[in-house]
Nanobody
Framework: QVQLVESGGGLVQAGGSLRLSCTAS????????MGWFRQAPGKEREFVAA????????RYADAVQGRFTISRDNAKNTVYLQMNSLKPEDTAVYYC?????????????????WGQGTQVTVSS
């Protein structure tokens, strides 16, 4: 059974940084594409960042390009999201997702497994 557990969320002032982690179990992590998504109150879930199984390729939403960095450590079964220069509009519940694939996946409908989410709140 695949399990994804996010951590690292919290309350931060605008301009600050946070690093989210998502640790996976029950899967051969190095064969899975990973993604980060977020959902703000009253809004639909949106794509944030994605990374291929080998960690070579990544993609970002325009809203976070240049501020967020996705990375992974396959030896630790963990994917990270480094978030810098945070803005109040980044406030949301952040979710990680996985799918067994060698491709870069940024469509939420393509992911099979989801974590429970971690809250990120950015104060102005």
């Amino acid at each position: 059974q695949v399990q994804l557990v996010e951590s690292g969320g919290g309350l931060v002032q605008a301009g600050g940084s946070l690093r989210l982690s998502c640790t996976a179990s029950g899967l051969s992590f190095s064969t899975y594409a990973m993604g980060w998504f977020r959902q703000a109150p009253g809004k639909e879930r949106e794509f944030v960042a994605a990374i291929t199984s080998g960690g070579i390729n990544s993609r970002y939403a325009d809203a976070v390009q240049g501020r967020f960095t996705i990375s992974r450590d396959n030896a630790k079964n963990t994917v990270y999201l480094q978030m810098n220069s945070l803005k109040p509009e980044d406030t949301a519940v952040y979710y990680c997702a996985s799918r067994r694939s060698a491709w870069l996946i940024y469509n939420s409908n393509m992911y099979d497994n989801w974590g429970q989410g971690t809250q990120v709140t950015v104060s102005s």
